[in-house]
């Protein structure tokens, strides 16, 4: 089974400055694609970046970074210049790849909180 | 390029009631899954859809139903409403199951 875990329920992070987002999974598959995304208030799921388990290098999409560590089992989000815009939760999840057809599974989330 | 769309919005309902949801996916994408999110459980799979067959379904009782049509609209189904079943029903698209899903806005049902 997958599971992810998100241990912060809430951040507070200035504006312009660097937050990172702590996301860690457990798996047994050696074969997993890991995402981020990203929920304002008003509800809608907002996919931000994605990383392969076999990829080499750190995802990387705009000010959106993905500290991918896999032997610890970790995959960060990094959000750098964060803007008033970015306050919303974030969630981690992951899904086999390769396997047939599986869902995500998400972690509980972080709230994200940009002051000015 | 249209995203994902879900109507209704909104919706209320009373226990008992019957409910039902759709969602049309971006174009070209055939799988459509379907996820419950409620302040106490997160975010869970309800069932996916591909090319009008269910190819996965999560652990929910059988008063959630739903169905693909040929032009990869989907509709989920909820009958008996409980008080429990009120949360936000996301629907996400895309082109196969291995890559990214995008999710529309969602439907917020409140059941009284």
């Known amino acids: 089974a997958q599971k992810i875990t998100q241990t912060q329920p809430g951040m507070f992070v200035q504006e312009k400055e660097a937050v990172t987002l702590d996301c860690t999974y457990d798996t047994s598959d050696p074969s997993y694609g890991l995402f981020w995304y990203k929920q304002p208030s008003s509800g809608e799921m907002i996919f931000l970046i994605y990383?392969?388990?076999?990829?080499?290098q750190n995802a990387t999409e705009g000010r959106y970074s993905l500290n991918f560590q896999k032997a610890r089992k970790s995959a960060n989000l990094v959000i750098s210049a964060s803007q008033l815009g970015d306050s919303a939760m974030y969630f981690c999840?992951?899904?086999?790849?390769?396997?047939?057809?599986?869902?995500?599974?998400f972690g509980k989330g972080t709230r994200l909180s940009v002051i000015a | 390029k249209a995203g994902v769309t879900q109507t209704p919005r909104y919706l209320i309902k009373t226990r008992g009631q019957q409910v039902t949801l759709s969602c049309s996916p971006i174009?070209?994408?055939?799988?459509v899954s379907w996820y419950q999110q409620t302040p106490g459980q997160g975010l869970q799979f309800l069932f996916e859809?591909?090319?009008?067959?269910?190819?996965n379904k999560g652990n929910f009782p059988g008063r959630f139903s739903g169905r693909q049509f040929s032009n990869s609209r989907s509709e989920m189904n909820v009958s008996t409403l409980e008080l429990g079943d009120s949360a936000l029903y996301l629907c996400a698209s895309s082109r196969d199951n291995l890559e990214e899903q995008y999710f529309g806005p969602g439907t917020r049902l409140t059941v009284t």
């Open positions: 999840a992951m899904r086999r790849l390769n396997s047939g057809n599986t869902p995500l599974v």
């Open positions: 174009s070209g994408h055939r799988s």
């Open positions: 990383q392969g388990s076999y990829d080499q």
């Open positions: 859809y591909f090319s009008e067959t269910q190819r």
